[in-house]
């Protein structure tokens, strides 16, 4: 018997899954919902992670969700129960929480070969070998990023090219430009997140997308590299879906903070004000900008003379400064974090100015809102350390960490270029990580004409009404004939095929 997709369902034959999810609000949301997802379909599932970051799984979940906790090794590194990236405030602190979570690795692995599952799904950003269980590691992000690593990856004499814009190679299915060129280290940065993709033992990646959005690319990247490729999403989305048909309430919005405040007061103003007339504003949880960029952001919006509701993360000493010069008569300041996917909904919403995170862009894309675009980190990038150093440990094979970061400004590419459902800000900056400042300043200037652009110039109606017509993709996916419920059952059967087969091995 088929499993339903969107009704509570139990199996006969439940799969037993174990999921590693990588610490930050970013990956972690999207494969807890993918988790949840497979328990209603009445599959064994077991959360892998850290004692902090269990904290980061919805209470409703808990009960449903089975979690092993592993020791992270803070002491080791001076992070004092630091464990996430969302409470990092500078890159040397990132660099250590992704370092204690390699090391992680081992008791993973431990794990594994005593209490084996029929198939582990590791986040992308863990690279794990001879593992004698089916793997298949999910991906955060649309396929389309990892198209564009592919491309530049397999041209690599590009890189020395200096004219502008850059235009990726590749015969991709759109003409994708950057305003910058990628650094010349670009194939050291990229190619370890693709070799975990290529490993011939996996069975193909699951990837928090869906195929309406990106068709021609799934199909270019399953034809460069021939891995399968399992689009089930937008899981958010997916779960809100389950939820009300089965008359569940909404559990949070994940966007790239941690989704913790009621936003009562935030829905009540909105209710105030009229249909699509409200910027909302947010850079996601990672995120810290100068007072300088801040400035220019809320005198840009000002002057667009729009309605705005902006989230800024409590701890934001710099957006302080900036509050005390302000008015903000037009608008509403939230300094905690808010149900984002409730937000996006709301009818008086009408533009999303955004960090480009992909949980955020997909959010705006499930609620069918134009974005204004503002990546906030411009480049993957990489910090080569010696781990026995910071370690304290005894090792000698000389072994550096990498530390990979942001699709922001790939995302906006796939909005801007491909789906056409926003307008760019205009900042052509690649940074380091997403602390301190930046050496350019996107201008007040270009954040005004992009929101005019969004919410009452001439490309507005179009571009609203592409990004509805592509809300109305992303809902038809989720349902029980949808492309990701369909892909969610294929995968499925495939797995459980592979675990009869391993068990017909061994017998």
Not at 367 to 394: D, K, Q
Not at 413 to 428: A, H, K, N, S, Y
Request: aromatic content about 8%.
């Amino acid at each position: 018997m088929e499993e339903s997709c969107n009704s509570k369902s139990s199996n006969s034959n439940p799969l037993k899954i174990y999921f590693l999810p990588y610490p930050s609000p970013g990956h972690m949301n999207p494969m807890i919902n993918l988790a949840q997802i497979f328990t209603t379909r009445g599959h064994h599932v077991t959360i892998l992670t850290t004692p902090s970051n269990t904290k980061l799984i919805p209470n409703q979940n808990k009960n449903k969700l089975n979690i092993h906790i592993l020791n992270f090794p803070s002491n080791n590194l001076n992070l004092n129960g630091i464990e996430n990236l969302s409470s990092a405030r500078d890159p040397q602190t990132a660099l250590k929480i992704h370092i204690a979570t390699n090391l992680l690795i081992p008791q993973v692995q431990t794990f594994l070969q005593q209490n084996p599952p029929h198939v582990f799904v590791p986040d992308i950003m863990f690279s794990f070998s001879n593992l004698e269980i089916p793997v298949i590691p999910f991906d955060p992000m649309p396929i389309f990023v990892s198209c564009i690593f592919e491309a530049i990856n397999n041209n690599p004499n590009v890189l020395s090219q200096s004219s502008l814009p850059f235009i990726v190679p590749g015969n991709l299915p759109h003409t994708i430009t950057l305003p910058v060129n990628p650094s010349n280290e670009f194939h050291t940065l990229s190619r370890p997140v693709l070799n975990a993709k290529h490993n011939g033992k996996h069975h193909g990646i699951i990837v928090n997308s869906f195929v309406e959005l990106e068709q021609e690319y799934i199909e270019y990247y399953q034809k460069v590299t021939g891995v399968k490729v399992w689009h089930i999403g937008i899981t958010s989305l997916m779960m809100d879906h389950f939820n009300c048909c089965n008359g569940i309430g909404d559990d949070g919005g994940d966007g790239d903070g941690d989704g913790d405040g009621d936003g009562d007061a935030c829905l009540s103003w909105l209710n105030s004000r009229e249909a699509n007339s409200v910027v909302y504003i947010c850079f996601g949880s990672l995120c810290r900008l100068n007072r300088e960029q801040y400035m220019e952001i809320g005198r840009g919006i000002e002057a667009s003379g729009k309605g705005f509701l902006w989230v800024v993360p409590e701890d934001d000493e710099e957006f302080c400064v900036v509050e005390e010069s302000l008015s903000f008569k037009r608008g509403m300041v939230v300094r905690r974090w808010v149900n984002q996917r409730l937000i996006l909904k709301h009818h008086a919403i009408g533009g999303f100015l955004t960090h480009c995170g992909w949980n955020s862009v997909a959010e705006g894309i499930c609620a069918g809102v134009p974005m204004i675009t503002m990546p906030s980190v411009r480049r993957v990038y990489i910090l080569e350390v010696n781990v026995s150093v910071i370690v304290g440990s005894s090792r000698s094979d000389n072994s550096d960490s990498d530390f990979k970061f942001s699709d922001q400004f790939l995302n906006e590419r796939l909005v801007t270029e491909v789906l056409r459902i926003g307008v760019e800000v205009g900042g052509c900056e690649w940074s380091l990580s997403p602390f301190g400042a930046r050496n350019k300043v996107v201008s007040r200037k270009r954040i005004e004409k992009a929101v005019r652009r969004v919410m009452e110039d001439g490309d507005s109606s179009m571009i609203r009404k592409r990004a509805k017509e592509m809300q109305d993709k992303a809902c038809k996916a989720v349902q029980e004939v949808g492309s990701s419920c369909h892909n969610l059952t294929n995968l499925v059967q495939s797995l459980k095929q592979i675990s009869l087969d391993r068990v017909l091995q061994t017998n």
